[in-house]
Each structure stands twice: as C-alpha cells, then as structure tokens.
C-alpha cells in the first residue's frame, strides 16, 4: 500500500526548477512552466497540474507542446481545419476513449469555437443521425485513427473538404489528443467529472452563449 502511495505521488510530483542544472533542460522547464501558468491564467486546463508534472522531463514536455503548437499554427486560415473543427475533435476523442477529463476546459471552448451544442449532445448520447454531413465525416475520420484503422474511402472523403495537408494534420492532432489524453489519466493530476457533471455544463455553456432571440 506505501509503495502505491508513492507511485501516485511520483506521478503528480512538481519538481523544482533547481533540481536541474543542464541548460537545455532548464530552458525547457521554464517553457512548460510559462505554459502551464498561461493555461491557468485562462482557465483552459484545469488547474495545469498535468502540464506541471511533465516539468519531471522538461525536454520531452517541452516538446510535446511544441507538437501541438506547430499543428494549429494554420487552423483558421483556409489551408486547413478551422478552429470549430478543432473543438470537434476533441469531443470526438472524448467520446472513443470514453473520458469527461478534458471535458471542463474543452465543452466551452467548443461552444466558443462555433461547435453545435446539439451536435455535441447528440454524440455524447450515440444520436449520429443528428450530426452534419460535415460533422459526421471528421468523427468518423477521427474514430478511424484513433482506433488504427483508416479506410481508403474515410480517409478520401475528409481530403474533399480539407485537402492532403489537412487531412493528414488532422490525423496528427487526433493523436496528439489522445496522447494528452491518455497521459493526463495515467499521471491522475485532474480528477474527471462524472457524465451528468458534464452534460450539466454544457446545458449552462450553451445557455450562456446562446443569443438573445435565438433558440
């Protein structure tokens, strides 16, 4: 049982910045921490615990937000996916890997980015029928390549509406958020809210943006 407690210790642990002398190193810790303390000041994130306990491998951590900078670097200016697209995504990974842990930060930032409140319920309750011609072929996309298995015809089908270099750096943020995904679990530094938590906010989040005489 001690030994268990250490390991979860470990694993949400925030080292000093003094623990390190290697300048690459230091670098890197001072980037992940500026973008932890960034991610905090905005609210997006949780309480940037999870960015905090990458600071035990600054290097890899570092660079590891770097990857995900350089794929969104374009999004929104018609070369490739738009921003919308982006917080689709990420609903979509949500709902294949069957985790609410990104759920705070990314059901507003959806609804923010122009996601359909709808179109987010009704995949979090299996309703594809409801969902956009659009809608339902990034999911389906998204789905293939975070399971492994992309088909010919899937594949071809999103190159139509956002073209080779889209496509493929949406292939490359699906995993990216998996990525995120599965490590933010494996460090246990931000407790997931139940479903009903979730669809709870997304019921204010959409009243909150919803215009006056819409709906």
């Not at 139940?194 to 919803?210: F, G, I, W, Y």
């Amino acid at each position: 049982m001690a030994e268990q407690e250490k390991g979860l210790e470990w694993r949400s642990r925030v080292p000093d910045r003094s623990e390190f002398s290697d300048d690459a190193e230091l670098a890197a810790y001072d980037e992940v921490s500026g973008f932890a303390d960034r991610l905090r000041k905005m609210r997006v994130g949780g309480d940037g615990g999870y960015h905090e306990s990458l600071l035990q491998i600054p290097i890899v951590a570092a660079s590891v937000i770097k990857l995900g900078g350089a794929i969104v670097a374009n999004v929104g200016n018609g070369e490739t996916f738009t921003h919308a697209d982006r917080e689709w995504l990420d609903q979509v990974v949500a709902a294949e890997l069957k985790t609410e842990i990104m759920q705070p930060a990314h059901v507003p930032m959806a609804l923010a980015a122009g996601v359909r409140p709808e179109a987010i319920a009704a995949l979090r309750s299996g309703q594809s029928d409801v969902l956009t011609e659009r809608e339902a072929i990034l999911a389906e996309f998204v789905r293939e390549v975070v399971g492994g298995r992309v088909d010919n015809k899937v594949w071809s089908r999103l190159e139509t509406i956002l073209g080779q270099r889209g496509t493929l750096e949406y292939a490359l943020f699906a995993l990216h958020i998996q990525l995120n995904t599965r490590l933010m679990q494996a460090l246990q530094t931000t407790p997931p809210p139940t479903s009903d938590e979730v669809d709870e906010l997304l019921r204010r989040e959409t009243e909150r943006t919803q215009v006056p005489g819409e709906g």
